[in-house]
């Protein structure tokens, strides 16, 4: 399912709390996909999931997400199977990730902690 902001873009939750995406994003320059701030803030995103838990404890915790939240109608429900998945969108993703994760990965860039989350 492509993105709210269209084709070749996720969003990552927690984006303001860590230079994670930012990081994600400089290594993917020059390509066509793009990673952008969670937009369903009102949602707590961060918070509904392991996310604060882990940052807390130092890890950096975001989620890459496409879903359109606000108007997928299968969007948490037992009929979001296989078949509603946009496959093509999903490799694109998952090869942005690979590629924009490999400074993290070769200790070149490091994502910035959260000391301490507010709740």
């Keep these: 399912k492509d993105s709210k902001f269209g084709k070749n873009t996720a969003f990552i939750t927690g984006y303001d709390k860590s230079d994670f995406g930012k990081i994600l994003q400089k290594n993917l320059a020059g390509t066509e996909f793009t ?8 949602q707590n995103l961060f918070y509904r999931s392991d996310n604060a838990t882990l ?22 429900t037992v009929k979001d199977e296989y078949s509603t998945l946009d496959v093509e969108n999903i490799l694109s ?5 690979a590629k924009s994760a490999t400074s993290i990965v070769n200790g070149t860039d490091a994502p910035t902690r959260i000391p301490k989350l507010k709740q």
């Design 93 to 97: 993703t998952i090869k942005a990730i």
């Design 35 to 42: 990673f952008h701030p969670d937009p369903y803030t009102e």
């Design 55 to 76: 940052a807390a404890l130092g890890v950096p915790a975001h989620t890459i997400s496409t879903d359109q939240i606000d108007v997928d109608k299968f969007y948490h």
